[in-house]
């Protein structure tokens, strides 16, 4: 019986594989530089991180982890803030300061989660293992397939559910109270620091979203000039499990009768395409040109819910444009890889840590 044992799990491990790790470039001679060298370079030795996660819920122990990872690669000292919080739903705002040999990282970790929980929670009753925002609901009894349930809790009851609220009737309200946590997480900033974003799946729709709505405001706005000021000094756009060409989708109508069913449709300009070119924009009011941007998307190639981001559709908007694939998980025997890994591990993935914050090559700053 040992015998066998062994043998079975000789042959589990001989087929538990990591195809992406380390982790393969899409592009060819990928190189950009990591937080740690925007530290460095930058005049006052600073430079500021907005961090917003993906669809699923979150709190802020998902920010103080992410951040642990990053800072792990740093010898870096993390100095909590006060978490930000209102009486009624809102933005949390997790303010935490890095402290590195080299300059100081500020992240503003922006918790949406809070705002579609109470619509989410109207699915509690179907979970088979009550998550931490269904706890105390009545159990359900009927027996689904173990993995079949695990996927329905996770998927079904709670991650979509995310989507599916902020392209339905609350998309102007989410926006909203969006804006007021990027006007709140930028005021009394340094200006002069370059920016990093870093954003996760539907984190990042939301993101641009709101900020194409803010710069559509009246010009001498607050939020019209905020929007336009941080998204100048932004130098970094790092996107991982990137949801925007499936959620374009819920924004566009049907090709017109007359056209010939064979012709594949081009896709207009999504979110992020829009908000590259108003970043190139003159305007009138900005002191210089908009700071060179590289945008950094990370997938795993094995992860149903992320796309590759198509270089060209934002290149030409004067972005250097890296695709990188990771393992965030093992994949077994080639079949499958666990669903909920594969989404929601990259930020915590040591490989996706190394990158953002050493950079590629690795930076000379990092030990």
């Known amino acids: 019986m040992r015998t ?5 799990v000789a042959a589990l491990l001989a087929g538990c594989t990591t195809p992406y790790r380390p982790p393969r470039f899409m592009e060819a001679d990928a190189r950009f530089p990591g937080l740690i060298d925007f530290a ?7 430079t500021d991180v907005l961090l917003v996660h993906g669809m699923c819920t979150h709190d802020a122990t998902w920010a103080k982890e992410t951040i642990d990872t990053l800072a ?7 100095t909590p803030g006060p978490v930000q919080r209102a009486a009624a739903p809102a933005i949390e705002i997790v303010p935490i300061r890095v402290d590195t040999p080299h300059g100081a990282i500020h992240f503003k970790s922006l918790i949406w989660s809070p705002l579609t929980t109470p619509i989410k929670q109207q699915l509690c009753y179907d979970q088979t293992d009550k998550s931490p925002i269904c706890s105390g609901a009545p159990p359900f009894t009927p027996v689904r397939a173990r993995l079949n349930a695990k996927v329905k809790d996770w998927l079904l009851d709670d991650c979509l559910p995310d989507a599916l609220v902020y392209e339905g009737a609350a998309r102007e309200q989410i926006q909203l109270r969006m804006r007021d946590a990027i006007l709140a997480a930028t005021e009394g900033g340094d200006t002069d620091a370059p920016l990093v974003v870093i954003s996760e799946s539907l984190g990042s729709k939301i993101l641009y979203d709101t900020l194409l709505r803010m710069l559509d405001e009246p010009a001498p706005s607050r939020a ?5 000021r941080e998204l100048q000094r932004t130098a970094w756009l790092i996107m991982a499990a990137n949801q925007i060409p499936l959620l374009q989708m819920a924004e566009q109508p049907l090709a017109p009768a007359s056209a010939a069913p064979t012709v594949m449709q081009a896709p207009p300009p999504d979110s992020l395409q829009r ?3 108003k970043r190139r924009a003159p305007v009138a009011d900005r002191r210089g040109a908009a700071a060179p941007l590289t945008l950094v998307a990370f997938s795993d190639p094995s992860d149903v819910l992320t796309h590759t981001l198509p270089p060209e559709r934002y290149r030409e908007d004067g972005t250097t444009v890296f695709n990188v694939l990771v393992s965030n998980a093992p994949t077994y025997f080639g079949l499958l890889q666990d669903p909920v890994r594969g989404h929601l591990d990259y930020l915590s993935n040591p490989d996706v840590g190394s990158l953002i914050s050493c950079g590629m090559p690795r930076s000379a700053l990092c030990k």
């Open 4 to 8: 066998l044992a062994l043998l079975a």
């Open 40 to 46: 460095a370079r930058a005049p006052a030795k600073r």
């Open 72 to 78: 792990a690669q740093l010898s870096a000292n993390v």
């Open 224 to 228: 019209a000039q905020v929007a336009a």
């Open 275 to 277: 908000l590259l070119q």
